[in-house]
Nanobody, 123 residues
């Protein structure tokens, strides 16, 4: 049974930082591209960032470029999202997702999803 479990969310003031983790089990993690998406209340789930299975290539939404960084540790079956200089508009539930076939900017490209972790940025 595949599981993706996010952690590290919370409440932070604008300008602060958080580091999210997503621990994977039940799949061969090292062959999956991994992504982070987020969903704010009343909005669609949107792409944030993704990383190839090897970790050699990363992709970011324009809204987070220069502030967020994705990384992975295949030995620990974990993907990370370092979020710096957080803004109130970053408030959302953050989801990690795994794709066996590559990098996608849309949700249907991903095979597995976590349950999400709440990030709230106060002004």
């Amino acid at each position: 049974q595949v599981q993706l479990v996010e952690s590290g969310g919370g409440l932070v003031q604008a300008g602060g930082s958080l580091r999210l983790s997503c621990a994977a089990s039940g799949l061969t993690f090292s062959v999956y591209a991994m992504g982070w998406f987020r969903q704010a209340p009343g909005k669609e789930r949107e792409f944030v960032t993704a990383i190839r299975w090897s970790g050699t290539s990363t992709y970011y939404a324009d809204s987070v470029k220069g502030r967020f960084a994705i990384s992975r540790d295949n030995a620990k079956n974990t993907v990370y999202l370092q979020m710096n200089n957080l803004k109130p508009e970053d408030t959302a539930v953050y989801y990690c997702a795994g794709s066996l076939t590559g990098i996608y900017y849309y949700t249907s490209g991903y095979n597995y999803w976590g349950q999400g972790t709440q990030v709230t940025v106060s002004s």
